[in-house]
């Protein structure tokens, strides 16, 4: 994948926890977690996935109680 940053111009090719971390925080949210998932496949260029998962602290006291586990897909 390194041939994205030399023929394309490419600044970064992910991004980090920290800067991930950051947006969430500035969005009014808690990362809760981050998982990875690494390519298994062989050859070529592998490839990692990313996922963070945030959570609105204001659902907490907005929701009463009630049904605190909300999970939400983008």
């Known amino acids: 994948l390194e041939f994205l940053r030399e ?3 490419h600044i970064r090719l992910g991004f980090s926890d920290a800067q ?3 947006w969430l925080e500035d969005a009014g949210l808690v990362l809760e977690e981050t998982r990875a998932i690494e390519e298994r496949g062989t050859g070529g ?3 990692t996935v990313k996922l963070w998962i945030g ?3 204001r659902m907490l006291i907005a929701g ?5 586990s909300t999970t939400e897909t983008a």
């Open 45 to 47: 260029e592998q490839l």
């Open 7 to 9: 023929e394309h111009h």
């Open 55 to 57: 959570r609105d602290p």
């Open 64 to 68: 009463n109680g009630a049904n605190l």
């Open 20 to 22: 991930i971390r950051e």
